[in-house]
């Protein structure tokens, strides 16, 4: 390689070298941490904590069912989880296994839950703030039912701190419309 050339291959290096090390040193690092959303007030929840006994009666079913649903508080302290059992019963073959977790979106002003089951169901509901003792929870997006063509809100009653209900309904596509009650306890 001539003199010449390398002193321009050398001074291009150079040149690269100082733009590189201009526009590092242009680009701002911030050093301070993600900022974290703030923990959700889940203390008027504080009384759903422990173990309930429900009964579940559908206008399609021929009889009661009992569901069983412990609720704790996540780790965290971002979710209230609810663990639910639905005990077999002559049209349900086997016990199944739901998990809904439960918290609330300061920045969008909602409740959120979302659930998933171990027959594959999911549904993510979300529900404006408390009316009383009532929250009605509406389905953002949930698993497809082959025969149900739409679901009603769910609304939840809190009777006590030992007694709570929710009613809700669907329509089938034939256009039937089914109800749903659910009694529960605190054990």
Known sequence: MKVSQRFYAALAVMLVATGASAFAATVKVEGTPVPM???PDLSGLNFLIGTWQCSDLSSRRPGP???TQVFSMDPSGYWIVRDNTTHK???IPRESHSQAKITYDAQAK???MITT???GGYSVETAPMATGMKKTWTYAIQTKAPDVASY?????VKVSDTKKT???SFT???GRVVNVKETCTKS
């Open 37 to 39: 959303a703030p923990k």
């Open 65 to 67: 069912f009992s569901v």
């Open 89 to 91: 019963a002559s049209w």
């Open 110 to 112: 909602r409740w959120v």
């Open 117 to 119: 089951s171990d027959t």
């Open 152 to 156: 009603a809100p769910l609304v939840y």
């Open 166 to 168: 929710m009613t809700t």
């Open 172 to 174: 089938e596509t034939s």
